[in-house]
């Protein structure tokens, strides 16, 4: 069955020219872990941060979501290394503990001068570095600090340091709004440019390629076994075949998925991006929204954009 | 762990109105078992109760306001005053509060103690810290033997916890410790970590002879003289320690003089006791 948005009224906001909907981006609840990655310079940081987030846009096919929340200078680093702060969103603690025993394991442990620490600080805890710390085969150590404990995995250009579990807490995944626009050059401008001012927005990741997807869904599909499909209503080529929800003159949509810490970090990042996405070329902001059916947190547009600076 | 620079302490004792503060009425030579004055024993008395704890001057069982002229009553803030050298067990068992010791202690200050923070603007005698399972104690001065050691009938000595100690320590620092962190500012004497469990010993003047003699799988780390390393103990490799970079940062915030450098910096990295499980370590920072 096709899902249209729901548009709740008929009120007209415009920023710079450009129709904001009055409709919400539904997204859910899910849990999150923030790890904190340092190594001996940025690049080698990077380099582990970007491995161990990388597939990682969907909690559907990939397991979790994942992105980059900032780089952090050494006077913010428990060792004073260079760091990454990372995040990682599952639906449950269990898929967060394989989510951070491969990924942890396989990417961050692998990489050069790499350690990892818990970048949050709650008491829902996922144990990996006491899991991993066994790669040691008997020669690991721990060190307590502060009531932190460090695991010390001798590895091959040193020791991987490890704290032994990390913090989860209660956050929010699948914010978006969607950028209509008039052309695939207008498009994609606008959304790098949302994408830009919304990297500067602390405890959000937008997991999907440079923080864009082309490809958003609805849930169903005319298959059976197909839980998910394309956004019908929103894809111009079939605007006639289908119950379209676009304006006229778009010809191209971009999406922008935020997950965040909380529901005020997700507000703002929607406020930063639309703000930034009303372009030229750009004919109207919207949102994707199961018709409160798929998640309990709703982030209205014309709500999100009265607050902070002026709506023009 | 609670505010090892002081900063948080002198400021709670400057609002003195809050504080139940103790002054030794004479000085004595005759030892004075005071392990009532504990914060978790003064929180909820009244100034009479407080006078009425129980006390020892050698064999004999007195009060401690025969001892001690006492005022404020119902809090965990504690200072005392005095000639206190012979006064023994200040702290001990205590689970909370601050105890500030203007002037030098006698022994087992802080033993067994759980949490809290003890400052000591002088010396400690011995056993400072003895068997302790949480909390700060920083002596300004100098520390005697055994800092943060084992009685002699425990199998394991202080577990958890933050010595630190500005002056000198004794010998035995650290012995038979498990998970405890001692830093030692100046030098430490003989035997430091002696068949230590784990835990660390940071020393940022000399190491004594025959350090982590019998050591189980503690770290002992040198920051200053290279000193005498036992022939049980092998030599593995010099490296970065990461897990030391965290350590050493948080005493720089604590106000300690580390060597700058000495964060970024390389350790020879030594192994042993091989006469015991062998997997403690000596890391001696190599400068350049």
């Known amino acids: 069955m096709e899902t249209r948005p729901r548009r709740v009224a008929r009120e007209h906001v415009h920023i710079n020219k450009v129709e904001i909907e009055n409709t919400y981006a539904e997204a859910f609840e899910t849990l999150a872990a923030r790890l904190i990655v340092t190594a001996a310079n940025e690049r080698w940081a990077m380099i582990a941060a970007r491995t161990a987030t990388g597939f990682a846009t969907s909690v559907i096919g990939c397991g979790c979501e994942a992105g980059i929340d900032g780089v952090l200078s050494p006077e913010q680093t428990p060792d004073g290394r260079p760091g990454v702060a990372v995040l990682f969103f599952t639906i449950s603690d269990k898929d967060m503990e394989n989510v951070l025993m491969n990924r942890v394991g396989q990417c961050i442990m692998t990489s050069p001068t790499s350690a990892c620490y818990d970048g949050l600080r709650t008491d829902a805890k996922v144990k990996t570095g006491s899991k991993l710390r066994f790669f040691g085969d008997g020669f690991q150590s721990s060190k307590l600090i502060e009531n932190r404990r460090l695991w010390r995995v001798p590895v091959m250009d040193g020791e991987f340091v490890i704290e032994e579990s990390f913090s989860m807490q209660k956050a929010i995944g699948g914010g978006n709004f969607l950028i209509l626009a008039e052309s695939e050059p207008a498009s994609l401008s606008a959304a790098e440019a949302a994408v830009d001012a919304m990297d500067a927005v602390p405890g959000i990741i937008m997991p999907f390629p440079g923080g864009v997807v082309r490809s958003g869904i609805k849930v169903g599909s005319k298959y059976k076994g197909q839980f998910a499909s394309t956004n019908t209503a929103y894809c111009p080529t079939i605007r006639r075949q289908v119950g379209s929800a676009l304006p006229e003159g778009v010809n191209c949509v971009m999406e922008i998925v935020i997950d965040g810490l909380d529901e005020a970090s997700v507000k703002e990042a929607t406020r930063v991006g639309v703000r930034a996405a009303c372009k030229e070329g750009v004919l109207g902001i919207s949102a994707v929204n199961y018709g409160g059916r798929r998640g309990r947190c709703h982030f209205h547009l014309h709500e999100i954009m009265g607050t902070g600076q002026a709506v023009v | ?288």
């Open chain 2, 1 to 288: 762990m609670g505010c090892v620079s002081c900063a948080g302490l002198m400021k709670v004792f400057a609002d003195e109105r809050d504080v139940v503060t103790l002054r030794l009425r004479e000085p004595d030579t005759v030892p004075i078992e005071a392990g009532s004055i504990c914060p978790d024993l003064f929180v909820s008395r009244t100034l009479a109760e407080i006078k009425a704890l129980p006390a020892f001057r050698g064999r004999r069982k007195v009060e401690l306001g025969d001892l001690f002229e006492i005022q404020g009553d119902r809090s965990d803030s504690v200072i005392v005053e005095g000639d206190l050298r012979h006064v023994q067990n200040i702290g001990m068992r205590m689970s909370h509060g601050r105890v500030l010791v203007r002037g030098s202690v006698g022994l087992h200050l802080g033993a067994y103690m759980r949490g809290g923070e003890i400052i000591v603007e002088g010396n400690a005698s011995d056993w400072a810290g003895a068997q302790m399972q949480g909390g700060v104690i920083r002596i300004m001065g100098n520390a005697g033997h055994r800092v943060g050691a084992a009685y002699p009938d425990e199998k394991r000595g202080a577990n958890r916890g933050t010595i630190v100690v500005e002056g000198n320590a004794g010998r035995e620092a650290g012995a038979r410790a498990r998970r405890v962190l001692i830093v030692v500012q100046g030098d430490v004497g003989d035997s430091a970590g002696a068949n230590m469990i784990a835990g660390s010993i940071i020393v940022l003047g000399r190491l004594g002879k025959r350090a982590g003699v019998g050591n189980k799988r503690g770290t002992i780390v040198a920051l200053g003289e290279t000193p005498e390393i036992l022939p049980t103990y092998r030599y593995e490799c010099t490296m970065r320690p990461v897990f030391l970079r965290c350590y050493l940062r948080r005493l720089l915030d604590w106000g300690l003089p580390v060597p700058k450098a000495a964060v970024d910096g390389e350790f020879r990295r030594y192994s042993g006791d091989t006469t015991s499980l062998g997997k403690g370590e000596i890391l001696i920072y190599a400068k350049s």
